[in-house]
């Protein structure tokens, strides 16, 4: 809980013990935990398929039938996991808005634009206020926004598009935003400006990105994946300028960043989703592995999940 001025509040979000095994057997995120406050950014990343967007979807209550989730995700104290679809549609909009990766795929082409920002309103009943689409779009930095706001979206650029659609998913300012790879669609040049906007737009920001050098740039803290689990977290300029983890500096090693040299590949493959391995994940790719490491799940101390890492 949160004090501000004598008012206790929940945090915004606070995710324990969450654990996603798809029907398959697939089994996605094990056993995770984080907590974000009110204006923060944290940033999810890791390798494709290590559970980030599998996490974003738990966030919603968006995982597929069949889905077994455990543990708890409470957004302002309510919680996600089991809830109706009826308390479900409740939240979303107004405790927890979702930005999606492509805003082309997300607007239907023979819409316009305008109608995508009021359906902010329409899921809920409600209609737009004299004006506010139009200052809403002004707000996210949409010029000549009246008359931009009456065309099709592919009259549209992907950047100013994804910022329409940030517009709508924030019309009720959500406590909470879910943001899955929101510029990996765009051009390096537009992403940072979007990612800017998006950030002035939410309160708290969820942000699942593959792009660790704007992640530096956007994100207050980050948490780092690998299959399923946090394997570090921390401020940002700590997990990204001193990486503790053998797997996060592998992971910055093997992206490309300004200043950082050619990229190195990450050695080996992630074990599969159904392996319950009795030890660390990443020991059969780790250089630093010794035998406690293939034996022992190391847990997630003074924010790093590592035997091998030195505690000071
Ligand atoms: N509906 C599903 N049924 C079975 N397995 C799934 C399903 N959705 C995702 N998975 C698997 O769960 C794992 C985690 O997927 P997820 O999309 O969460 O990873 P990610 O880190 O977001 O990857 P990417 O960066 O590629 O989007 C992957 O191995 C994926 O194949």
Redo the contacts with the bound molecule.
Sequence with gaps: MNETNGVVTAPVLSVDGLDVT???G?R??RELSLALGDGECLA?V????????????ALLGL??RR?RVAGSVRIRGTEVVGASSRRLRRLRGTDVAYVAQDPYAACDPLRTVAHHVEEGWRAKGQRPPDGQVTARLAELGIEDAQHRARLRPHQWSGGMLQRATIAGATVHGPALTVA??ATSALDADLSDGVLAALRAASNALLL?S?DLALVAKHADRVAV?YH?RVVETGRTGDVIGSPRHPYTRALLLAAPRPGAGLPRELPGTPPS?ADQLPGCSFAPRCAHSGDQCRELLPLLTDGVACHAVERS
């Design positions: 798809y029907a398959n697939a996605a995120v999810l890791g390798e494709s398929g290590c559970g980030k967007t599998t996490v974003a979807r995982l597929p889905t899955d790879e699942v593959h994946m399923g989703l």
